[in-house]
């Protein structure tokens, strides 16, 4: 039985107690959605006394399923004002499954004191986080290993969510130990900071995998899945050889590879910081590529990358940091990319909020184009939480306002991911809708509108996206964030149904209850539709579900469209449902 | 002329191993042509840019196009 263990920073407590038994089948996003949902008023500050964070395991967690050990950060956004899942890769989720922890609920007002929550099968307890405060997420896993021992996993947040910056991640430590791995958007890390959390300490030393119901039935499903990832030629070569960063040439072939602001669709020097470019240099300075961000993982599109004398930078140099810190800002150096890279896991940014505020401030003056040096100096601003930090370490809209400029590219305040939704109109639907802010993940049209996977839709057009988008969320939120799964096994299951159905029968057969696709898709709606629930009642209206104006006035070169999905029919996508009752 | 360029892993599975070449125009050239010319098995290209969108093997270029062959890729 899988339990909930909660945790009071305000009496310094932690204890467990069941899953509510219609929560019994939630995993992930549906349970972190659920919770909170149930628990936080929609109208609490986000950073105040009366918000929670939430960190929920996959339904799979801690088996022998490939990828699933992704874990879920849900709270209320100090940055969207609305309900926030941002999930990661890493150790910490396929530990937490081992010891039979379905979520993580930190509540209460901690009143100046810091802790480390530790998580072992002997219990839970927080312990004091002082000594570790302030420190960045490199030294505080060092620190913790120290401390804890040198297997643990870790949960931490940076100085940037200590100061409680609305652009603040949480990291998860990867194999390796390295808190390279992080749940960026949104702010979450400015609620765990304002927890007084520094750390979890997740430690499953003496467990077992967790229990299969049917364990004939769930190898042969497992066996399935693992033999379409090995198949499909994205989740076996394109990814596997060149990471995430093999979208680079072609986004920016596409031209919809938003640059200097998202003011044009191709960057002229995108051989630099392409994939191909990462890949050679992993190969020729002893890093290393096709490198798994957890145990369980099959595909391996993460790297390790090394400066010109061998030496570790960074790993999971992905796609859309090298774009967020290169492409958008005119800086083609990708060796500083990495630098700003190991910046953003150290203090704990988002690297998507943090190119797209650098972009801001570029075009508000604060920096020149393409200054990679004068950026790398100004994350030391942040570190040490000067005035100058602060305006550039709240997202991309807080930028907008304090250097006055209007070219924000943002929806609900979170700032765009790596495809302009001029070029790519299904990702715009989905930036546009989802109950996340811009968001490319809870629904990613970009598969079928550029990569010829799940069929094809013409990315210019505005027909067809709308029920793309909609397919695509209902599906992600089910298949992949509820269940803990990554959602690269998506390239494979859109095009291979017996590796989609896999995934309803590996949690039958853990279970021991009988779920289909149909019901996976169902619960993905499910969890949608309490999100907006959520996120009418805080506030957010049909008005939140746009794009900002200058989409929909200037032309996107080098195809000169612009964003002409209209109103109704996005509120269509949300279908605004009245408020429903919620638990 | 005609700007080809080819990514990820097929200049490597290529006959000629060539990233980015120039083709004179001629009347009826298309993209399956191209492809040949590079000595690529069938199959290897996913994906056809022409100009920033989506064209097939029977695509016929012509003076001033831009042409991008991709193998399957994916990420995000």
Not at chain 1, 1 to 30: H, N, Q, W
């Amino acid at each position: 039985m899988r339990k909930i263990l909660r945790v009071d920073v305000g009496s310094g407590t932690a204890s467990f107690e069941d899953l509510p038994p219609d929560l019994v089948p939630y995993g992930g996003r549906a349970l972190t959605s659920t919770l909170i949902a149930r628990e936080v008023d929609p109208q609490a500050d986000a950073l105040g006394p009366d918000n929670k964070i939430v960190f929920a395991s996959g339904l799979l967690a801690g088996t022998t399923a490939p990828n699933s050990s992704r874990i879920s950060v849900g709270t209320k956004s100090p940055l969207t004002g609305g309900i926030k899942e941002a999930n990661s890769g890493g150790q910490a989720s396929g530990r937490l499954g081992r010891l039979g922890i379905a979520a993580i609920v930190v509540q209460g007002d901690p009143r100046g004191k810091k802790w480390v929550l530790h998580v072992s099968k002997d219990g839970a307890r927080l312990d004091d986080g002082a000594p570790y405060w302030g420190k960045g997420n490199y030294d505080t896993a060092d620190a913790l290993r120290e401390a804890y021992g040198p297997k643990v996993a870790t949960i931490q947040v940076g100085p940037a969510g200590e100061y409680g910056m609305r652009n603040s991640s949480v990291a998860t430590t990867d194999p390796e130990g390295r808190p390279a791995r992080h749940a960026g958007r949104g702010g979450v890390g400015a609620v765990m900071g304002a927890r007084g959390l520094k750390a979890i300490v997740v430690d499953d030393a003496g467990t077992q995998r967790p229990e299969i119901a049917d364990p004939e039935r769930f190898e042969k499903a497992r066996k399935t899945l693992v033999e379409g990832l090995k198949t499909h030629p994205v989740t076996s070569q394109g990814l596997t050889n060149f990471g995430t960063a093999i979208l680079v040439n072609i986004i920016n072939e596409a031209g919809a590879f938003p640059t200097h602001n998202f003011h044009q669709g191709r960057f002229d020097r995108a051989e630099a910081i392409s994939g191909e470019t990462v890949h050679q240099n992993c190969e020729d300075r002893g890093g290393r590529r096709s490198h798994g961000c957890m145990t369980s993982c099959v595909v391996h599109c993460s790297n390790v990358y090394n400066d010109e004398a061998g030496e570790y930078i960074t790993s999971g140099l992905e796609y859309e940091t090298i774009w967020a810190l290169g492409a958008n800002c005119d800086n083609s150096d990708i060796d500083a990319i990495a630098r700003m890279d190991r910046l953003c896991d150290d203090i704990g940014l988002d690297t998507i909020e943090m190119g797209d505020t650098f972009g801001v401030a570029m075009e508000g003056g604060l920096l020149p184009w393409g200054d990679a040096g004068r950026m790398i100096e100004l994350f030391e601003e942040i570190r040490a939480n000067t005035e100058l930090g602060q305006k550039i370490g709240n997202g991309c809209g807080h930028a907008g306002k304090v250097f006055g400029v209007t070219h924000v590219p943002s929806v609900k305040n979170q700032g765009m991911p790596a495809y302009d939704p001029r070029g790519i109109k299904g990702i715009g639907v989905t930036y546009a809708t989802s109950t996340m802010g811009a968001d490319h993940t809870s629904g990613y049209a970009v598969a079928t509108n550029v990569l010829g996977v799940g069929g094809s839709v013409d990315p210019l057009k505005a027909e067809g996206q709308c029920s793309l988008s909609q397919n695509l969320q209902e599906a992600t939120a089910g298949f992949f964030d509820s269940t803990g799964l990554c959602l690269f096994l998506a390239f494979a299951g859109l095009d291979q149904p017996a590796s989609l159905a896999s995934i309803p029968e590996m949690i039958s057969a853990m279970y021991g209850i009988e779920s289909s696709v149909a019901d996976v898709v169902a619960l993905g709606s499910k969890v949608l539709e309490v999100e907006r629930g959520f996120n009418r009642a805080a506030g957010l209206t049909e008005d939140d579900d746009r794009l900002p104006e200058f989409f929909g006035n200037e032309p996107l070169p080098p195809h000169n469209t612009v964003w002409d999905v209209p109103a109704e029919q996005l509120d269509q996508v949300c279908s605004w449902s009245p408020v429903i009752e919620l638990g | 002329m005609i700007d080809v360029r080819m990514f990820a892993t097929l200049p490597m599975r290529s006959a000629t191993g060539r990233k980015e070449f120039q083709l004179e125009p001629r009347a009826g050239l298309t993209v399956r042509d191209v492809i040949e010319g590079e000595g690529l098995a069938k199959g290897e290209v996913h994906i056809i840019m022409i100009n920033g969108q989506h064209g097939t093997l029977d695509s016929e270029l012509s003076d001033g196009d831009r042409v991008g062959l991709f193998p399957p890729v994916g990420g995000g």
